[in-house]
């Protein structure tokens, strides 16, 4: 059996050559004859051809010296949907969570591991996270020596470890798990280093 991935269909334009060079921007597939004196990005300005296919997953290939339509939705194509995923036909662009689908959401989504968030889905996973934070301090809040000399930072109002190796000076930021203010100082352990002076004593 063929693998979906293999399918194709010959996109018929007289104007594409094989010896085309393509790029997309969105669905809108962008072709020009490669020119060894112009080696600029391939735009709406300097492109030879312009086409898009209705669906929104289809994307133009050189196969076998032939443009064609290839489906590119993942899960079409029986890929798992990932952080990276950018092509997905109408059917599968939805969010991972609750499976609403993009032309029916209002907010930008949230990438994820296992394909895009809507930001509803995304704000309640944020709770979610925040409240077991507080639950773990159960009414107690960290006191300053939890928060000092740590080899992390540790966020004073919800006691959360945060990730941020970005941070070589004094700076104000916000947790990622509650949104509160903190401000983190960077302290250095010295270290020392050491010659001889003069002759070396060796008794």
């Known amino acids: 059996m063929m693998n979906k991935t293999t399918e194709k269909t010959l996109i018929n334009d007289n104007r594409l050559t094989p010896t085309m060079e393509r790029v997309r921007s969105g669905r809108v597939q962008m072709f020009r004859e490669r020119n060894k ?3 600029s990005f391939i735009n709406s300005a300097n492109a030879d051809v312009q086409i898009q296919h209705e669906n929104k997953a289809m994307y133009a290939k050189l196969i076998d010296e032939q443009w064609c339509w290839v489906n590119g939705c993942g899960e079409c194509n029986g890929e798992p949907r990932g952080y990276q995923t950018y092509i997905e036909c109408e059917a599968h662009d939805r969010c991972s969570k609750c499976g609403t689908k993009r032309k029916d959401i209002t ?3 949230w990438g994820g591991k296992n394909g895009w968030v809507c930001k509803p889905c995304a704000d309640a996973k944020k709770s979610e996270i925040k409240r077991h934070a507080f639950e773990k301090l159960d009414g107690e809040k960290p006191t300053q020596w939890d928060c000092s000399h740590n080899d992390y930072i540790k966020c004073p109002h919800c006691g959360s470890n945060i990730n941020n190796d970005s941070i070589h000076e004094t700076e104000v930021i916000d947790c ?8 983190v100082e960077v302290e250095y352990t010295p270290t020392y280093s050491t010659s001889i002076k003069g002759k070396r004593i060796t008794e």
């Open 37 to 39: 004196e112009d080696r």
């Open 176 to 183: 990622y798990v509650c949104d509160g203010e903190l401000t």
């Open 107 to 109: 907010e930008v989504p």
